[in-house]
C-alpha cells in the first residue's frame, strides 16, 4: 500500500501563513483531503478535492497540490488553529483502500 | 444535522471479539458509503474499512482482513464493525465516518482496549 509523509510538527508566529505538506505517489492520482483534531475531539474536515472548504470552515485554510505533494496553507494563523493536521487520500495501489498520513502537531506561537 | 453515535466498545481479552454499532441520523444513510477509522493511543489515524451505500462492496486495511467484517443495515440506519482475534495492537478509538466529500462527519469514537 501506498504511503504519505508529512512532517511531524510545524510552528508559526500567531498571525502568520503557515504550510503544511504531505507527499506520496498516491497524490499524483487523487486529491488529499485534510483534517483538523484537537486533543480528546474526533477529526474535522477542513479542505477536500481540488480546494474545498465544508461549510463553517474558516477562508484563512485553503489547499493545493503539485505533483506528488499535497498542501494545507494557513492564512494568517490564529490560537484556535493549534491542533494536529492530517492528511488522506484513496491509495492508487491495489485494491481500495484509503490511507493516511502520519500527522503533523501545529503550534501557534 | 447529521450525527453519528459510536458504540460497542470497552475491554476484551486477546483472541477475543466486540462488535461496534455506529447509529446515523440527519441524512440518508442508504445513500452513503461508509468508513471506519481508528487511532491508537498517542498515535495517528488509521483507516480500517469500508462499505458501499448498498453493501455490495467492503473493502479492508491489510491490518485487519480476515478478522474484522463490515455491515450495515439501512432500515435501521446503523454501521457496524465485527471485529475478532482481537490483538493488542487494535486497542485505539473506534470512529465511524460518512463517505461524502471525503470523511466529512466523524463520530465521537469509541474505545476499544485489547487486554488480559
Same mark, same amino acid.
Given at each position: ?26 497524490? *499524483? ?81 | ?45 488509521? &483507516? ?18 480476515? *478478522? ?18 482481537? *490483538? ?17 462527519? &466523524? ?10
Amino acid at each position: 500500500s501506498s504511503e504519505l509523509t508529512q512532517d511531524p510538527a510545524v510552528s508559526v508566529a500567531l498571525g502568520q501563513t503557515v504550510r503544511i505538506t504531505c507527499q506520496g505517489d498516491s497524490l *499524483r492520482s487523487y486529491y488529499a483531503s485534510w483534517y483538523q483534531q484537537k486533543p480528546g475531539q474526533a477529526p474535522v474536515l477542513v479542505i477536500y478535492g481540488k480546494n474545498n472548504r465544508p461549510s463553517g470552515i474558516p477562508d484563512r485554510f485553503s489547499g493545493s497540490s503539485s505533483g506528488n505533494t499535497a498542501s494545507l496553507t494557513i492564512t494568517g494563523a490564529q490560537a484556535e488553529d493549534e491542533a494536529d493536521y492530517y492528511c488522506n487520500s484513496r491509495d492508487s495501489s491495489g485494491n481500495p483502500s484509503w490511507v493516511f498520513g502520519g500527522g503533523t502537531k501545529l503550534t501557534v506561537l | 444535522q447529521v450525527q453519528l453515535v459510536e458504540s460497542g466498545g470497552g475491554v476484551v481479552q486477546p483472541g477475543g471479539s466486540l462488535r461496534l454499532s455506529c447509529a446515523a441520523s440527519g441524512f440518508t444513510f442508504s445513500s452513503y458509503g461508509m468508513h471506519w477509522v481508528r487511532q491508537a493511543p498517542g498515535k495517528g489515524l488509521e &483507516w480500517v474499512a469500508f462499505i458501499r451505500y448498498d453493501g455490495s462492496n467492503k473493502y479492508y486495511a491489510d491490518s485487519v482482513k480476515g *478478522r474484522f467484517t463490515i455491515s450495515r443495515d439501512n432500515s435501521k440506519n446503523t454501521l457496524y464493525l465485527q471485529m475478532n482475534s482481537l *490483538r493488542a495492537e487494535d486497542t485505539a478509538v473506534y470512529y465511524c465516518a460518512k463517505d461524502g466529500y471525503s470523511y466529512d462527519y &466523524w463520530g465521537q469514537g469509541t474505545l476499544v482496549t485489547v487486554s488480559s
